[in-house]
């Protein structure tokens, strides 16, 4: 053996039992994985991947994503030899309140975690955004001359991530649009949690990932450091397409009774077993968490390898900067986050109309507006553009560049390659959901995706985690109740709404018209610290007459008075959503008429709503009116949170069905008629 041999044996025992204690002392974890992929992991953190441990912001380092999140020591243990700011303590905090090493890593809480990963298959399709991110950033911003957009997305996979159904989604559209620049070590190990792999996944992974249009290889033994230095060197040598590489592996390599099994995937090894383990690799028993000093110098160096390579970026940076003043002004300002100044300039405003307007075509009409000021907007649906209006004309189809195959239906004019803006991400919504967040965690965009709100199911566990780590992304829903008509049951959104508002972090707008609609797209740029969910009406509804109402504007606040009865005070409150609220409006006109105190509160969003002081929640409900009628066409659970016991609820209580829209209404009694009744019951009971 030579020295480096041992060294390098040395640096990769290290990282498996600092796992392995980390986990030991917090008698929790999942040491497997970590003991398994350390030496894959090694020879990607050494001889790849391009980062600076000190600036982990550095905008054109390499990224990397630990897809199978339980194995988060691995990813500790890496972050703090190679110098982040994650410390031996952290380490020995592992999975404890306040600590930077959380159970599962979480990207807005650890230096040098880039995505949240746990819920398998989502780190490795959040990779499919940022290599997609970084490729089209490079189109944009790079110049023949001059490269400053150049990094590469490393993912290590399991096999669990490779099982679910998003990752799926998401290579096979990686392998449509041909990132070359994303690679993936499958930690191929054949064992899962609840035993081996022989017992649910037994397909050939390569064949598949090669029909999807990847490079796969293999390598035969994990721990072979020269067979993995080769199938990396590969993989980055090919740029057409992305890589697989199936390592085949051992889970809980080296512990000597238990290695091979599911049992050490995620309980700790205990201490007679974490004797032996290190016992059977030559590691002192003693001191726990050891690092040899030679081996920590080892991994240090990344320090300043790192330095050097970023200053050397920031040269290139320079160097172009004085040639491409503007262009170098608007990719920092991307990456910052910041929108440019002026951006809503273009925003269109509606002015009262005879005809009515759905939500999601005045949706369009804002998109086409932002589009040009707000070069950071990039997405698209889940193959429903036609539906939901959301594409943004003129400005191309993200696909690999070449010319468009002739006959090519859909696309939406101009560059067809990498620069283009428009995303097609087929029928694929769960992926679309971890692209998008995987765009915006990568920073320089804010990204969008659309379908209808009946299929926000087929997209909540992204949108969960996006609200989670505190990501930028716009969802755009539209057909988003019974209004859709005829589609019936299976397309028409009872419970999707209230779903969404009950994840924390997420912002929900249902805007009443166009004029809110135009207010609500502000409201998701404007937010910087989480997802919005912007949910559109197939139909059309009225545009209201502000000169009579409340401006549009008052939308920031979530909810306010959009008009109430002349000279007496509310004896009953009226609050409509979206397509509702004109309903809502043409009762409280009705009651006005039969002499009755009446108010109509517009409510697009309850998030906003209650982000607001009491106080003004406090003027726009008054405690002592507690005779108040929400109505919105959806589930009625959870209104109360507004009417209170007291108050009633026009809504929905069932599946809807198959007929005309107006038709839905009327059976299912959400007309100015039921609420005007309702609200007189409610008035009468007093
Ligand atoms: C979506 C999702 N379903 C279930 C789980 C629970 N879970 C955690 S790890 C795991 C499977 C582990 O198998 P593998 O991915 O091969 O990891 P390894 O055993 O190699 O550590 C499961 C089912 C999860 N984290 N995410």
């Known amino acids: 053996m ?72 691995l990813l500790y243990a890496l972050l703090h030899l190679t110098g982040y700011d994650v410390s031996l303590s952290e ?22 975690v880039e995505v949240i990963t746990g819920p398998l298959g989502q780190g490795l399709s959040n990779a499919v955004g940022m290599a997609l991110a970084e490729a089209h950033l490079a189109a944009r911003y790079n110049r023949p001359d001059h490269t400053i957009v150049d990094h590469c997305t490393y993912v290590i996979a399991s096999d669990g991530d490779l099982m679910e159904g998003v990752a799926s989604e998401a290579c096979s559209l990686a392998g449509h649009l041909g990132l070359g620049k994303l690679i993936v070590l499958f930690d191929d190990n054949r064992i899962s949690l609840a035993g081996s792999t022989a017992l649910t996944f037994t397909e050939d992974v390569g064949k598949r990932f090669e029909a999807y249009g990847w490079h796969v290889q293999h390598v035969a033994d ?37 290695q091979g099994t599911f049992q050490t995937h995620g309980s700790p090894l205990g201490p007679e077993e974490v004797r032996a383990a290190k016992e059977n690799l030559g590691w002192p028993l003693e001191p726990a968490f050891f690092i040899p000093d030679d081996v920590s110098a080892h991994f240090r160096r990344a320090l300043s390898a790192g330095e050097a390579k970023e200053a050397d970026w920031e040269a290139t940076f320079s160097r172009y900067a004085e040639l491409y003043s503007d262009e170098a002004g608007e990719f920092i300002r991307r990456m910052s986050g910041e929108l440019h100044p002026g951006w809503d300039a273009a925003l269109p405003t509606f002015q009262l109309d005879p005809k009515s307007i759905a939500t999601r075509k005045a949706s369009e009409s804002v998109m086409q507006a932002l589009a040009t000021g707000v070069p950071e907007l990039m997405g698209g649906s889940a193959d429903l553009n036609p539906s939901t209006f959301s594409w943004l004309k003129g400005f191309g189809d993200f696909q690999i560049p070449q010319t468009a195959p002739e006959g090519v239906q859909g696309a939406v004019g101009g560059e067809w390659g990498y620069g283009g803006r428009n995303v097609h991400f087929g029928v694929r919504e769960h992926a679309m959901g971890a692209i998008t967040a995987g765009m915006a965690l990568h920073g320089g965009f804010i990204p969008y995706t659309a379908t209808f709100l009946i299929f926000s199911d087929y997209m909540r566990p992204p949108m969960r985690l996006a609200a989670l780590a505190k990501t930028r992304v716009v969802y755009i829903f539209t057909h988003d109740s019974i209004g859709l008509g005829e589609d019936g049951p299976t397309h028409q959104p009872i419970e999707q709404l209230m779903n969404l508002r009950a994840v924390p972090n997420l912002t929900v707008i249902r805007p009443a018209d166009a004029a809110e609609t135009v207010e609500a797209w502000r409201m998701a740029l404007l937010k910087t610290d989480g997802p919005t969910a912007l949910v559109f009406t197939r139909q059309g509804v009225p545009v209201l007459d502000r000169t009579e109402y409340a401006p549009a504007e008052n939308l920031k606040r979530g909810g306010y008075i959009l008009w109430e009865s002349a000279n007496v005070a509310p004896e009953v409150i009226l609050i409509g959503t979206g397509s509702e609220t004109h309903i809502a409006l043409e009762a409280g006109k009705q009651l006005a008429a039969q002499g009755v105190g009446v108010r109509v509160v517009a409510l697009p969003s309850w998030e906003l709503f209650d982000q607001q002081p009491a106080q003004y929640r406090e003027t726009v409900l008054p405690p002592n009116v507690t005779a108040r009628v929400a109505v919105e066409a959806g589930i009625t659970l959870g209104w109360e949170h507004y009417v209170g016991l007291e108050g009633a609820i026009v809504g929905m209580r069932s599946f809807g069905a198959s007929a005309p829209a107006q038709v839905l209404y009327e059976k299912f009694g959400i007309t100015f008629e039921g609420v005007v009744k309702t609200a007189k019951g409610l008035i009468k009971r007093k």
């Not at 980062?51 to 020591?73: C, E, K, Q, T, Y």
């Not at 600590?99 to 599962?104: D, I, V």
Request: hydrophobic share 35%; proline share 6%; with cysteine.
């Open 2 to 73: 030579t020295d480096q041999t041992t060294l390098d044996e040395r640096c990769i025992n290290t990282i498996r039992f600092l796992a392995v204690d980390a986990i030991q002392k917090a008698n929790s974890g999942h040491p497997g994985m970590p003991m398994g992929a350390a030496a894959m992991a090694y020879v990607l953190w050494q001889q790849y991947l391009k980062h600076n441990p000190a600036n982990p912001h550095w905008v054109d380092r390499d990224r990397f994503i630990l897809s199978g999140g339980h194995g988060s020591m």
């Open 91 to 112: 380490l020995q905090s592992f999975r404890q309140w306040g600590s930077k090493t959380a159970g599962h890593p979480e990207s807005h809480l650890t230096p040098g």
């Open 222 to 258: 994990g721990n072979d450091l020269t067979a993995i230095d080769a199938a990396l060197h590969a993989a980055t040598d090919e740029t057409s397409c992305p890589s697989l590489i199936s390592v085949r592996t051992i889970i809980g390599y080296g512990a000597p009774h238990k």
